[in-house]
């Protein structure tokens, strides 16, 4: 989803992957899955992300993630 990281890809990959087969593991359809993730981004932005620049970083990653899941399949 970044174009531009701070992080490395292999350890974006392994992350990425970590979650896909954690959600694989317990054979979560797309809605659960979605329901999950949110409630994870929404703990991670309420817990780890400044008060003062959480809306600006919520609205960036919608604006993200909007752009991303339009975005022709690959």
Do not use: W
Request: glycine share 2%.
């Amino acid at each position: 989803m970044p174009i531009k990281s701070r992080y490395s890809n292999k350890e974006f990959d392994a992350l990425t992957e970590a979650v896909f087969l954690a959600l694989e593991k317990h054979k979560a359809k797309g809605d659960l899955s979605i329901m999950v993730l949110g409630n994870v981004l929404a703990n991670i932005f309420q817990h780890q992300v400044n008060d003062e620049l959480r809306p600006l970083m919520i609205n960036q990653f919608c604006d993200a993630l909007k752009k991303s899941a339009n975005s022709p399949k690959s």
